[in-house]
């Protein structure tokens, strides 16, 4: 069986009617908010992209995306989305949106390659936003400002879940900590990564850790990143390398850490070269995401994912993602669950 954490004693603390009327106010609220927040107008995303334009999310480089032939274009075929790291940045440049805006869509992805577990699903769900900005945006003091203003949208959510269900008491700091990866390896050397992030999580209850995708004195990155979309190599001012990183907050049922968003400042044409060329990558450069991005068609931005179906389950308080939405699980995991008052969907 998939890595499967049943927390002890556990019940859940609103039923199935309760729990699906506080996932529709948690989607509802939390994206009008967000879409203030940020200035982002909603924009129709598509569930799959033509393969071989480069515009599909590779994540780590490993996964296979869900692909299938199109009778009408002579069997050429399609990949299901990952994400929509690069398309976004397109349709910024499509709609001619202006430094300082964005847009943001509901993203629907299948990922088959996923290790099923308490967080992980064959199913994907986040909101994926992009905003154009400034040369002179491209700093990690205006990636923390952004990183600020959506914490202060998590933190909003939880106060109206608490206001409709009291038994959900607010755990959210007031403030989230900042720190790299490199400074989170220097803090825990003999930890693996996710131990340093659950160690760094339960400190200070929300962090974003910045930085991921290059190599660390160690010689591994903290986690994997594509080439082509997050800046992970530019210097920055403190001398630390990589303009993204990832926010989490500490989960109280699953008592570990909990990622809710990746997000970063994108690659401009000298970081996305030099990233290829790290990652052995540099055949991409005649595909059609990273011509026109090397052509000088598309905007400098930040963006990045926040997990539709993860933010429920953390406001909700629920032991698996599953309780959340409707997926496909191994047997034994449904066999599981249910003995021990886990309702999958």
Known sequence: MSQLYIPQGYKPLLDLRETEMGIHMIKEFFQQNLSAELRLRRVTAPLFVLQGTGLNDDLNGVERPVTFPIKDLGDRRAEVVHSLAKWKRMMLAD?????????????????SDEEL???????????????????EMRTIDFLKQVVRRIYAVIKRTEYVVYERYPMLKPQLPE???????????DMYPTLTTKQREDEIAKKYGAVFVMGI???????????????????????????????????LVWNSVLNRSFELSSMGIRVDKEALLRQLAIRGKEERKELYFHKRLLNDELPLSIGGGIGQSRLCMFYLRKAHIGEIQASIW??????SCSENNIPLF
Do not use: C
């Open 95 to 111: 709609y001619d949106i202006p430094v300082g805006y964005g847009l943001y869509t509901d993203m629907n992805a299948i990922r």
């Open 175 to 185: 403030d989230i900590f900042f720190i790299t990866a490199q400074e989170l390896l």
């Open 117 to 135: 577990d308490n967080v992980h699903s064959l199913y994907v769900d986040q909101w994926d936003w992009e905003a154009s900005i400034s040369k």
């Open 213 to 247: 995708g290059g190599d660390l004195t160690n010689g591994e990155p903290h986690d994997g990143r594509a080439p082509d979309y997050d800046d992970w190599t530019t210097p920055t001012a403190a001398g630390q390398k990589g303009l993204n990183g990832d926010i």
């Open 330 to 335: 191994p047997e034994d995991m449904r066999k």
